[in-house]
């Protein structure tokens, strides 16, 4: 993956919209969802 190098592989809390609704007229509502990914950097 990163030619012989080595990673690093870290854990990150991302926070992004979600479960967006559309109510009358021009406003949308969403909510906040957390989830969990891993990120992998070649060292």
């Known amino acids: 993956m990163c030619c012989g190098r080595g ?3 870290q854990e990150v809390v991302v926070v992004e919209r979600c ?3 559309f109510h ?3 406003e ?3 909510k ?3 989830t969990k990914k ?3 950097t070649c060292l």
Do not use: E, M
């Open 7 to 9: 990673y690093r592989t």
């Open 19 to 21: 479960a967006c609704t």
């Open 24 to 26: 009358w007229c021009c």
């Open 28 to 30: 949308v509502k969403c």
């Open 32 to 34: 906040l969802c957390r």
């Open 38 to 40: 891993i990120i992998h």
